[in-house]
T-cell receptor, first 118, second 114 residues
Framework: DAGITQSPRHKVTETGTPVTLRCHQT?????MYWYRQDPGHGLRLIHY???????DKGEVSDGYSVSRSKTEDFLLTLESATSSQTSVYFC?????????????????FGEGSRLTVL | GENVEQHPSTLSVQEGDSAVIKCTYS??????FPWYKQELGKGPQLIID?????GEKKDQRIAVTLNKTAKHFSLHITETQPEDSAVYFC?????????????FGGGTRVLVKP
């Protein structure tokens, strides 16, 4: 299994409070992603990172920010949590998949962080 | 942006029968189509993928077909077994070589009845 650790695994918080989810990898992969999973919507990309301090928005980035100060850590922050952000959050990693390599850029997922905003 | 539709949302099959899940995508520039399997309480795991220059790919009991003209692709599982029960996601990407920003379908919950 890919070395990906998400913390916390479960969190209950109240509307308006800040929340930070952490993703830690031991694979030295370049790319890191945060997805949220909701029934009927599959997984939707929130933010991703293509290197230290290099991040970009995904399709559902409003209300979320990210930071990556080290290769191994990717933080997702909800500055002021809302009930619509109740979800299961997955971190994923992938390595560079250039044409000279066989890798397809497979995503390896963590086990998820279940967040409930009351 | 890309939009991926997946059907059906739930699928119940008898052990030993085949299961088929279908997906359509909207962006003709998409060129990479993976399928992920998610077991209860776990993160999704890649089970098979196909690139746009290939029409079909098989790996033991699973196969994926791609029709670029119609912009749809399908997952076929033959001789289903109880351990095939899970949620399956299709996805599409235009840039697997530069950070794989996948767009996922809504998922199909497959139940294999013994």
């Amino acid at each position: 299994d890919a070395g990906i650790t998400q913390s916390p695994r479960h969190k209950v918080t109240e509307t308006g409070t800040p929340v930070t989810l952490r993703c830690h990898q031991t694979e030295n992969h370049r790319y890191m992603y945060w997805y949220r999973q909701d029934p009927g919507h599959g997984l939707r990309l929130i933010h991703y990172s293509y290197g230290v301090k290099d991040t970009d928005k995904g399709e559902v980035s409003d209300g979320y920010s990210v930071s990556r100060s080290k290769t191994e850590d990717f933080l997702l922050t909800l500055e002021s949590a809302t009930s619509s952000q109740t979800s299961v959050y997955f971190c994923a990693i992938s390595e560079w998949a250039g044409t000279a390599r066989e890798s397809t850029g497979e995503l390896f997922f963590g086990e998820g962080s279940r967040l409930t905003v009351l | 942006g890309e939009n991926v539709e997946q059907h059906p949302s739930t699928l119940s099959v008898q052990e030993g029968d085949s299961a088929v899940i279908k997906c359509t995508y909207s962006d003709s520039a998409s060129n990479y189509f993976p399928w992920y399997k998610q077991e209860l309480g776990k993160g999704p795991q890649l089970i098979i993928d196909i690139r746009s220059n290939v029409g079909e790919k098989k790996d033991q009991r699973i196969a994926v077909t791609l029709n670029k003209t119609a912009k749809h692709f399908s997952l076929h599982i033959t001789e289903t077994q109880p351990e095939d029960s899970a949620v399956y996601f299709c996805a599409a990407s235009t840039s697997p070589a530069a950070g794989n920003k996948l767009t996922f379908g809504g998922g199909t919950r497959v139940l294999v009845k013994p």
